[in-house]
Every structure is written in C-alpha cells, then in structure tokens.
C-alpha cells in the first residue's frame, strides 16, 4: 500500500510559476514509476508528466519544454515543476504511483488545484 499527499497548488497569474509536490509513504526508489495527471472541469483526467524507477522523464505535448519531474529520494516525494503557466493548465493534478508486485497496482493522491488566471 502507497499514500500519496500532493501539496503546493494555489493560484497564480499566467507566465506563472508552481512546483507540486508529492509525497510518498514508502521508497520511491520501490516504485516502477510516479507520474502526475491533471484532469480540468468536464474533460478526462490526462497524464503531465513521468517518471520511471531508471530515471526516464516523458512529457505530454502540451507541458514539454515547460514543466520538469524530478525526484528526492531522501524525502520519498516526486516533484512537478510548472513554468510559463496558461490559463489551459488550470485543473486539479494527481500524483499516481505504479507498483510492481503479484500484481501491478496504481496509487492515487488526493489532488491538488492550480488555477491559472489573471
């Protein structure tokens, strides 16, 4: 069983920046992968960004070039650094963890906001 608490959401203006934070109950160092998702009123939740046990980053089309995902293993938390925000990045984000066991099981966090908007 994994926990996961996302932390550091909030408001901010466009061209904005937010680093996200999500913190693990057990090693991340254990997992396959942590990725975030983002998911806006009315629309699918979307993967933002990936990354796995080897140190392989991937990014949707949309942040790449702007968002980075980086880890402190010391601290069991994946971070999601968010620059030059558009009102488009607004939603609710979730921290997913991929754990490879008998079986593979998917972790979810609570979500935290990030609203975009002048």
């Known amino acids: 069983q994994v926990q996961l608490v996302e932390s550091g959401g909030g408001l901010v203006q466009p061209g904005g920046s937010l680093r996200l934070s999500c913190a693990a109950s057990k090693s991340i160092i254990s997992l396959n992968a942590v990725a975030w998702y983002r998911q806006a009123p009315g629309k699918r939740r979307i993967l933002v960004a990936a990354i796995m046990n080897d140190g392989s980053t991937n990014f949707s089309d949309s942040v790449r070039g702007r968002f980075t995902i980086s880890t402190d293993n010391a601290k069991n938390t994946v971070y999601l650094q968010m620059n030059n925000l558009k009102p488009e990045d607004t939603a609710v984000y979730y921290c997913?963890?991929?754990?490879?066991?008998?079986?593979?099981?998917?972790?979810w966090g609570q979500g935290t906001q990030v609203t975009v908007s002048s």
């Open positions: 997913n963890a991929e754990e490879n066991g008998a079986t593979m099981t998917y972790y």
